[in-house]
């Protein structure tokens, strides 16, 4: 059985993938907290804040951030726990994806990026 391994280069790129992914993940989360906050006050609902495309589109970055960064450290380290909390915060955020915008949607998401963040942390501690 052949082993991976990863140029030697590779580490100051995963260490700003994430970096990056754990301050996409508190954006993520402020912009829940945010969205919440606007709708409580205002009443507002809708707009590019609220699209369901803004929100794919947040998933999918942080599918691609977090594989690469988590997927890289896993090779390098060889240790589970960053890959099974960053997937399990990507199924969490995926699964906001499919309830109405409101409290769930926040709670799931929030949990979600609270997770992958924490993959982030875990992977750059693991280094």
Not at 40 to 64: D, K, R, T, Y
Request: aromatic share 4%.
């Amino acid at each position: 059985m052949s082993q991976v391994t990863l140029p030697p280069n590779s580490r100051p790129v995963r260490h700003w993938l994430d970096r990056a992914g754990v301050i996409l993940s508190a954006l993520c989360a402020a912009h829940c907290v945010a969205g919440l906050a606007l709708v409580a006050l205002v009443g507002a609902s809708g707009g590019l804040f609220f699209a369901p495309e803004f929100h794919e589109a947040g998933l999918a970055i942080a599918v691609i951030v977090g594989g690469l960064a988590v997927g890289m450290g896993a090779l390098k380290h060889r240790r589970a726990a960053p890959i099974v909390l960053g997937i399990s915060g990507l199924a969490l955020m995926a699964s906001a994806l499919t309830v109405e915008h409101g409290f769930l949607e926040a709670v799931l998401t929030i949990a979600g990026v609270a997770l992958v963040a924490a993959a982030h942390i875990t992977n750059l501690r693991s280094a």
